[in-house]
């Protein structure tokens, strides 16, 4: 980790700072999930039952979060 080729600032050789590299990639994985959701009946099944389960509450038990996970019903 101590051969990195940044300075003090985080600041590569060319001019660029690490959090733009993150923020390429960032970018990246938004633009490749944006297309798979839209395009991808898979993924954008997946993606509803993802967001299905994370929709749970603190005032709901994990089992019914699991069990929301587990049913197949797609609106």
Do not use: E
């Not at 991808?40 to 019914?64: M, R």
Request: with cysteine; aromatic share 26%.
């Amino acid at each position: 980790m101590s051969n990195s080729n940044l300075n003090k600032n985080g600041v590569d050789s060319s001019g660029i700072h690490w959090l733009q590299y993150a923020a390429f990639v960032l970018t990246a994985f938004a633009v490749y999930f944006s297309w798979a959701f839209f395009n991808d009946a898979n993924f954008h099944h997946f993606a509803a039952k993802i967001f299905k389960f994370w929709n749970c509450n603190g005032y709901n038990p994990l089992n019914y979060c699991v069990m929301r996970w587990k049913s197949d019903f797609y609106p």
